[in-house]
């Protein structure tokens, strides 16, 4: 069977030019960076060239780059590690109630030790008001942190703005930019950003793997002890072919970045627009223009998401939805609540998000496929168009 795969925001296939060069250093190049014979010499210079060619994709130094096991890492060691160096100059850290769960558990961790979080609301399109970041600061902020682009919607935040006022009133400034990163330009001077999140697997390169921009000056804790390795910031010996893996796909997403946005945005247009002819009672979630280029995101009133990943997954079609079924919860994505809809449109939503492997005749095939899955889907749900549209009716699904 035809298999599809719509689901980049999850992960992405390894490039293979990254694959193979990684392969070397798992057999040959296999030395310890800190070793001072050949072999550890020769891999040493091998991660300095990966930091280089990380830092150019976003227009850093070298010397600002620190790798860590991936964006959940180094989401933890920019939160806590900024908070606990600045602890003296003030408690309360802003951020939005859209983030990934790695910046949004963190902070429920530093809410239990003595630091207190404003989660910022967003617009109906998932966008931080500028307003609200002003208003939210405090004389005892020490830190914002606004994601890039968002994981399920795809918003792109106003990051070069939120980074101009942060810098003006001396807070500093993080953004999660795990999505973006590899997929969108990311100047990180241009934006005024002090520490940036990003990970390989969400670009084309390896899983377990991702790095944390601090700019130069920028004093954080360690989070993690033991050898010095990454100037004492993140210990443990450095994961070579994945430092090597991540810097080769850096050097490619830079190559191609223009290009692939390009190709990659007609793509997704061409499946929004498909859907919103083919598909009657839907509703395209997350920003108009202001989206990453392969983010479709739709909620189908009166069917659910799981229904349609499951039917759709019957037909090759790798999608993902808006709801934690498969964690064991029901409840509908924290990101579509926050956007304002009701629990019943939250759950009838499906992420389809497009990468540099997929070509016209997919997003065809899905426009085939897809309006069969939901007109079927509706013609035996039991959910009522009337309970479906109602606010103060709990929810027929997760019953909130
Ligand atoms: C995937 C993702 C993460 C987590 O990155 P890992 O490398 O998988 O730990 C964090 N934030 C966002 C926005 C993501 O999309």
């Known amino acids: 069977m035809k298999r ?12 293979n030019e990254v694959a193979a060069l990684m392969m070397e250093y798992m057999t040959e190049k296999f030395g310890n960076p800190s070793s001072i014979h050949s072999f550890g010499r ?7 060239e990966a930091r280089q060619q990380l830092a150019s994709l976003l227009n850093a130094n070298s010397n600002e780059i620190f790798f860590t096991s991936g964006g959940t890492e180094a989401d933890n060691l920019a939160l806590k590690g900024l908070a606990f160096a600045n602890r003296k100059k003030g408690n309360h850290i802003i951020t939005t109630c859209i983030e990934h769960h790695a910046i949004l558990h963190t902070c429920d961790y530093l809410e239990k030790n003595g630091f207190t979080v404003t989660y910022l609301p967003v617009d109906e399109n998932a966008m931080v008001r500028l307003e609200d970041v002003k208003k939210a600061i405090t004389d005892k902020t020490i830190l914002i942190s606004v994601m890039f682009a968002n994981n399920e919607v795809g918003t792109i935040q106003p990051i070069k703005e939120i980074g101009q006022l942060a810098r003006e009133k001396g807070i500093y400034f993080h953004t999660d930019a795990v999505q973006a990163v590899g997929n969108y330009p990311i100047d990180v001077k241009e934006y005024n950003i002090d520490l940036l999140t990003l990970s390989a ?3 084309h390169g390896p899983k377990g793997i991702g790095a944390l921009y601090i700019r130069r000056g920028v004093r954080i804790d360690a989070v993690q002890h033991g050898g010095g390795q990454e100037r ?10 994945g430092i090597v893996g991540l810097g080769k796909a850096a050097e490619i997403a830079q190559q191609d970045m223009t290009k692939k946005i390009a190709r990659i945005s007609t793509l997704r247009d061409k499946l929004i627009k498909g859907l919103m002819e083919k598909v009657p009672d839907i509703k395209l979630n997350g920003h108009p223009t202001q989206r990453m280029p392969g983010s479709v995101n739709f909620s189908f009133l009166y069917v659910e998401g799981e229904s349609l990943l499951l039917n759709l997954d019957l037909k090759g079609i790798a999608a993902s939805s808006g709801s934690a079924c498969t964690s064991g919860s029901l409840d ?10 009701t629990h019943e449109v ?3 939503s499906l992420r389809l998000t497009l990468g540099r492997g997929n070509t016209e005749e997919d997003v065809e095939y899905c426009l085939t496929v897809l309006p069969e899955i939901v007109g079927r889907l509706r013609s035996m749900s039991p959910l009522s168009a009337s309970s479906k549209m109602s606010d103060s009716n709990p929810c027929s699904i997760c019953k909130h």
């Open 201 to 203: 697997h969400k670009f």
């Open 232 to 241: 004492s910031l993140r210990a443990g010996t450095e994961n070579v072919p």
């Open 332 to 341: 509908p994505s924290h990101v579509l609540l926050a956007m304002g809809l």
């Open 4 to 15: 599809i795969y719509f689901d980049h925001s999850a992960t992405t296939p390894v490039d």
């Open 346 to 348: 939250a759950h009838g």
């Open 42 to 48: 020769e891999v040493k210079k091998s991660v300095d």
